[in-house]
């Protein structure tokens, strides 16, 4: 399954985002934007962590989905950037990551405006 459409549109939608990545709901890196001139802050050892860790968290969350309702998207705010989780469907998560520079509610609002989309008939 390709994403390459939907992470270039992602990656040109604010000038403050950073990195892209569509990983599988074990964790597993499918395809990757980096910004031309960033420097990733995480090695590539810690972001397959990162990515295990929010597959992981995001499963947890879906075991209350029932109750609370289905997850629309967590945004882990850090001192030196900013990053958004989202569900593609139900195989696949989204992660966007900004710096602490950029429009928080804009870029969430945009994202999820892309989503809503012609990608969705995809996952």
Not at 29 to 34: D, K, L, M, P, S
Not at 63 to 79: H, N
Not at 87 to 106: E, F, R, S
């Amino acid at each position: 399954m390709a994403f390459e459409k939907l992470l270039d549109e992602i990656m040109n939608t604010d000038k403050h985002i950073r990195y892209v990545t569509v990983c599988n709901m074990e964790g597993k890196e499918v395809q990757t934007r980096i910004k031309d001139g960033i420097t990733p802050l995480l090695n590539e050892d810690e972001t397959k962590e990162t990515l295990h860790y929010a597959a992981s968290a995001w499963k947890s969350r879906n075991k209350f989905a029932p109750k609370i309702g289905k997850g629309k998207y967590v945004l882990a705010v850090y001192e030196n950037l900013r990053r958004l989780t989202l569900p593609l469907g139900t195989d696949h998560m989204l992660l966007v990551t900004w710096g602490i520079d950029g429009g928080q509610a804009d870029i969430v609002e945009r994202i999820q405006n892309i989503l809503s989309g012609d990608y969705t008939r995809d996952w």
